[in-house]
């Protein structure tokens, strides 16, 4: 008896041996990395590009592009649509975005420098800045401008800045972004440069730069603050004069823009661009992070994007969303430090 039971003890821990090693094995597997397993994300209905300013800017112009080459080459095969929310110098619609489709698999959102510029200077509007979004790459860049109609009687940036300098309330630049952003930035820097009192210098401020072009073009303003994408075909169809470009030199293989001299080259030690990126809500499934980010550096490496950017007259300065984060944060330290110097910091 003693006996039959010490064989069923045994056969009971020999069970119990198997199961308990068979677990071990279990245990020992590494975990899928989230977004590499073999359930992908595929997109199952439309998607929306939001872009936070009015329609014929900039960043307008970016989102229809990038929307454009996804699908005809079929990087991205459901339908795109890009929906404008224009407010407060990108403001309105960043806001909206992050707190509204955090979550959100199908929506993308399309900014550029504002994002950092408007959540850290002492009067930013913006509770939002990149650590509330998710980066998924940045596009582009864009060198600074500053335009005046073509019937203006101004030809270079000392004869606006000097006029300025003498009568500040009878010379109005406008631009497409509250005061404090890249926009009134790329003005201010140069009327530093040029001696004038920035707090009598009159900037009109428009929520995107269609709207400020337009302002420039009916009369209601001098001169324009802007970016080459934005202003370039206006340019070639002879409606403005740009008197400066923020570029290090000449950009010299851009039939339209070639004879545009620097700002350097007017005695103005000042090279600035605009990127402009896209994010996600912070709070999409990683699945879907790791999607976007693939469907959008598939499409910066493709011919027609860059054929686009040549066209626009933008640098192609395309950054994956890790390197994008790191450039991010070095921006905001760097415009934290300009703010300071301008009293303009938080």
Not at 10 to 22: D, N, P
Not at 264 to 280: L, P
């Amino acid at each position: 008896m003693l006996l039959k039971k010490n064989k069923f003890l045994a056969v009971v821990l020999l069970i119990a041996l198997v199961f308990s090693l068979g677990g071990c094995s279990k245990k020992e597997e590494t975990p899928a990395t989230p977004g590499t397993d073999a359930k992908a994300f595929t997109l199952e209905k439309p998607v929306t590009f939001y872009a936070p300013a009015s329609a014929g800017g900039g960043l307008d112009m970016a989102s229809r592009t990038m929307g454009k080459i996804l699908n005809n080459a079929k990087i991205v095969e459901q339908p795109i649509s890009v929906e404008n929310k224009p407010g407060g110098g990108q403001v309105t619609g960043t806001v909206e975005f992050a707190t509204k489709y955090s979550k959100d698999n199908y929506s993308l959102l399309v900014v550029s420098t504002p994002l950092l510029l408007n959540h850290i200077k002492k009067d930013g509007n913006s509770p939002i800045g990149y650590g509330d979004l998710y980066p998924i790459a940045e596009l582009q860049a864009d060198y600074g401008v500053i335009a005046v109609r073509a019937d203006s009687p101004y030809n270079n940036l000392k004869e606006l800045y000097d006029a300025i300098k003498a009568d500040p309330n009878n010379v109005q630049i406008c631009g497409g972004g509250a005061p404090g952003t890249w926009d009134h930035l790329n003005a201010v820097l140069i009327a530093l440069k040029n001696g004038v009192d920035i707090k009598t210098m009159k900037y009109n401020p428009y929520d995107g730069g269609g709207e400020a072009l337009t302002a420039l073009l009916g009369g209601h303003a001098t001169a324009m603050t802007s970016d080459v994408s934005s202003i370039k075909q206006y340019l070639k169809a002879g409606k403005v004069k740009v008197l400066g470009v923020s570029s290090a030199e000449r950009i010299s293989e851009d039939d339209v823009m070639k004879d545009v001299p620097t700002y350097t080259e007017q005695g103005y030690d000042i090279v600035t661009a605009n990127w402009r990126g896209v994010f996600a809500g912070k709070d999409m499934s990683p699945e879907a992070k790791k999607f976007w980010e693939e469907a959008v550096g598939k499409m910066c490496a493709t011919p027609e994007w860059k054929a686009e950017l040549a066209a626009q007259g933008v640098q192609d300065t395309y950054k994956n969303s890790a390197d994008f984060m790191k450039a991010l944060k070095e921006q905001e330290e760097m415009y934290i430090k300009i703010y300071t110097e301008l009293g303009m910091a938080k």
